[in-house]
């Protein structure tokens, strides 16, 4: 197991999903990526890391100049409009340089464009996605062009007027950059897996799109990264009962470990939270979804997981709701629904046993 340390954390195990996104991105670009998982699996952690040290690192100088790579993390950006969207992807040219953020080898910004140019999209005078195509084919004369867009589902329900979504235009603009025009990699990283269902059941969406699911550790990988942190078997059982392989979650367990506290008591402590976070928000529901929640509840509890396939419509709307709420997670492809860490279903056995 290789165990490294990225911006002050362990980054465990991750060589697979690395090599993945290598190989992808070593290809012409086809298809976009879409890639998902349950809250806190490591997805944006990935990516970036993949960013910092694989895609533009400054030690392996042959690399240097091969990509022109572009992400943003719409989780730090405050989106309510279309002007809001404009001026979280775009700067004006003229203090591009100026802006440039992290550690200077990529910019948080997507795109400059000559400031009368996005006066003009701002009064829709132009058209947005033309002037990014234009932009694009620019760029990718000399390099391979990346585009990273984390959390995209905070575009929906935004219009660029009345008439057009938002959302549905950047993704097929992602469509002709990839599957059309060959020009750029976009990848599109979410945990909103509703988003997701969305996508896959969009049949042109779904033919040019590829989905990558990063989950959570194994049981095996968690052993070995506790057996190198030092802890005793019975200290991985307890770990794993608990916490499964969410590796944040993990983190802050061996912290408690090597401070000499209660590990069960810290543990016992954090499944009383998901209870009750869980109980709170069953108040919000009338008696017969409740049931239908305690069945799903129960089926996990025993299983392992709740299978959607074939379910009723409203039913699956009502798992959604969960999943939305980051208490379930509903994977579309898999056709499952399980707690989205195992915390929560920690979490449901409490409320069972109640």
């Not at 802006?99 to 009368?116: H, I, N, P, W, Y």
């Not at 550790?217 to 030092?230: A, H, N, R, T």
């Not at 699956?316 to 939305?324: F, H, N, V």
Request: contains cysteine.
């Amino acid at each position: 197991m290789k165990i490294e340390t990225y911006r002050g954390a362990p980054f465990v195990d991750r060589e697979e999903e690395i090599e993945f996104f290598l190989e992808w991105f070593d290809d012409v670009p086809q298809r976009l990526l879409l890639v998902y998982g349950p809250k806190s699996s490591g997805k944006t952690t990935v990516i970036e890391y993949v960013i910092d040290n694989r895609l533009l690192p400054e030690k392996e100088w042959w690399l240097k100049g091969k990509y022109c790579v572009k992400y943003i993390n719409l989780r730090r950006k405050l989106i309510s409009n279309y002007a809001t969207f404009l001026h979280s992807f775009i700067f004006p040219e003229d203090v591009y340089k100026e802006t440039v953020e992290t550690d200077g080898k990529f910019s948080l910004k997507f795109f400059s464009l000559q400031r009368k140019v996005l006066q003009e999209i701002e009064k829709k005078e132009r058209d947005l996605f033309e002037e990014l195509m234009r932009k694009i084919e620019e760029e990718s004369k000399n390099k391979r062009c990346i585009l990273i867009i984390d959390e995209i589902q905070k575009l929906q329900e935004i219009y660029i007027n009345s008439n057009r979504e938002l959302l549905k235009e950047f993704l097929n603009f992602c469509v002709s950059l990839t599957k059309e025009k060959h020009l750029s990699h976009v990848v599109i990283l979410t945990s909103n897996t509703v988003f997701i269902e969305k996508i896959y059941n969009d049949a042109k969406l779904k033919e040019t799109s590829r989905f990558k699911k990063i989950d959570h550790l194994s049981k095996e990988k968690v052993q070995e990264w506790l057996d190198i942190e030092g802890l005793a078997k019975k200290e991985f059982k307890l770990i794993w009962e608990f916490y499964g392989g969410n590796i944040g979650r993990i983190l802050e367990a061996i912290k408690i470990k090597k401070k000499g506290k209660d590990l069960k008591e810290f543990l016992e402590r954090e499944r009383w939270l998901a209870y009750t976070e869980i109980v709170d928000y069953l108040t919000e529901f009338d008696k017969e979804d409740r049931e239908i929640l305690l069945r799903v509840a129960r089926k996990i509890v025993k299983d392992g997981y709740y299978p959607v396939e074939m379910i009723p419509k409203e039913e699956k709307k009502l798992l959604q709701k969960w999943a939305e709420k980051e208490i379930l997670f509903y994977d579309p492809l898999e056709l499952k629904v399980t707690g989205n860490s195992r915390i929560y279903e920690k979490g449901m056995e409490m409320l069972l046993s109640r």
